[in-house]
């Protein structure tokens, strides 16, 4: 989760926030309040951000919105808010920022960048398989709204290739507490995760093992069937895969009359 998404953000920034701003003179620098213009206070937030000052360009574009609500501005001064809180680490004002822009202005044909920067903030935000992982699912969520609302957007492809990188880190959570519980021998606690894991996120890398997982625990409840059919949709799936492998000779050694039916 590195910072590049940060670029990829700024890349596709849509062109019409940065209209009206030809023809700007030196921005003022004094960021403390003071009644300005809609256009001077616009600038000077713009300079800030171009400086890379990201923090307070973001206060800046809200001030705009605070000083000049009605004016036209104010609609891309919020979204310019959204996405240089985003750029500053501020997750939670740019989500706000975002979220308000779209209150506001549903149909906009902004719309589908502050999905996508909501979706960023959640996703920059993903911790390690050991964390809890409710930040993971709001990032799952954010990506998959924005790709069932604008499925042809130019965000859209960026979203999936994020979202199968997120559904394979919430398969890792799922794989690694399936783990604890074979290592404390809570067998049926341990086939539900990975259960879970083959049902819901059987495209991922997780699949082959957690199909090896229920055939060790499946044994080890004694249920010998269950753990034949667990071996043969790895085998039928990934019949090259060092966990098919594992399970095979599992099989021969714990549930030898069963082998030949799995092959």
């Not at 985003?86 to 308000?100: F, G, H, L, M, P």
């Not at 979202?163 to 507490?177: P, Q, R, S, W």
């Not at 753990?227 to 090259?240: D, E, F, K, S, T």
């Amino acid at each position: 989760m590195n910072r590049k998404a940060k670029l990829i953000a700024a890349a596709v920034l849509p062109a019409i926030l940065l209209a009206g701003c030809a023809g700007r003179t030196n921005a003022p620098r004094d960021t403390r309040y003071i009644a300005r213009d809609v256009s001077t206070l616009y600038l000077a937030a713009k300079d800030r951000m171009d400086r890379g000052q990201h923090k307070i360009a973001a206060a800046l574009f809200d001030e705009v919105e605070r000083q000049h609500p009605y004016s036209p501005w104010a609609r891309r001064a919020q979204l310019m808010s959204a996405f240089n809180y985003y750029a500053a680490a501020e997750y939670t004002d740019s989500i706000a920022s975002a979220q308000r822009f779209l209150q506001l202005h549903p149909g906009n044909r902004d719309a589908p960048y502050a999905f996508y920067l909501i979706a960023l903030c959640y996703y920059e935000q993903i911790s390690d398989v050991t964390r809890d992982q409710r930040i993971t699912e709001q990032a799952r969520d954010a990506l998959g709204e924005l790709i069932r609302r604008y499925p042809e957007s130019q965000y859209a492809s960026d979203a999936r290739l994020k979202l199968d990188l997120v559904n394979d880190h919430l398969a890792g959570k799922e794989m690694e507490i399936g783990r604890y519980y074979q290592r404390s021998s809570r067998w049926l606690a341990a086939t539900m995760r990975f259960r879970a894991v083959v049902d819901q996120y059987q495209t991922t890398s997780h699949a082959p093992e957690a199909l090896y997982r229920l055939t060790e625990s499946y044994l080890s409840l004694g249920v010998q069937d269950e753990a034949r059919r667990a071996a043969a949709v790895l085998g039928r799936n990934y019949p090259g895969s060092e966990w098919y492998e594992r399970a095979y000779d599992l099989l021969g050694e714990h549930a030898p009359q069963q082998v030949n039916q799995t092959n």
